[in-house]
């Protein structure tokens, strides 16, 4: 499902022309994104989240496709670094166990 809908995010992107635009402007959009996710998370706006989320995820993917990347591949590669990673949590954050022998 995430594939078919990242193709249709991509779609769109291209029939706007966002797909050769700057990623410099994109870079932005996503810092935006960013503020209105906290802002939801600070007032308790589930629904504000949830849209924030999703923007990121749009943004996210347009960036992508601006350098040349495919966002599924990110999203793996990330997964590749974090899916043995050992830690602990404290005060409510991940803690890389390689940062706790720091």
Do not use: F
Request: overall charge negative; glycine content about 8%; some cysteine.
């Amino acid at each position: 499902m995430i594939t078919e809908l990242t193709a249709r995010i991509e779609e769109w992107a291209r029939e706007r022309g966002l797909d050769t635009a700057s990623p410099d402007k994109q870079m932005l959009k996503l810092g935006e994104e960013y503020g209105e996710l906290c802002q939801g998370l600070a007032k308790n706006r589930p629904d504000q989240v949830k849209d924030s989320i999703g923007d990121m995820y749009v943004v996210l993917t347009i960036l992508s496709l601006q350098l040349g990347l495919d966002i599924e591949d990110c999203v793996m590669h990330a997964y590749g670094e974090i899916k043995d990673r050992k830690g602990t949590l404290k005060n409510g954050v991940r803690i890389k166990e390689s940062d706790l022998n720091a």
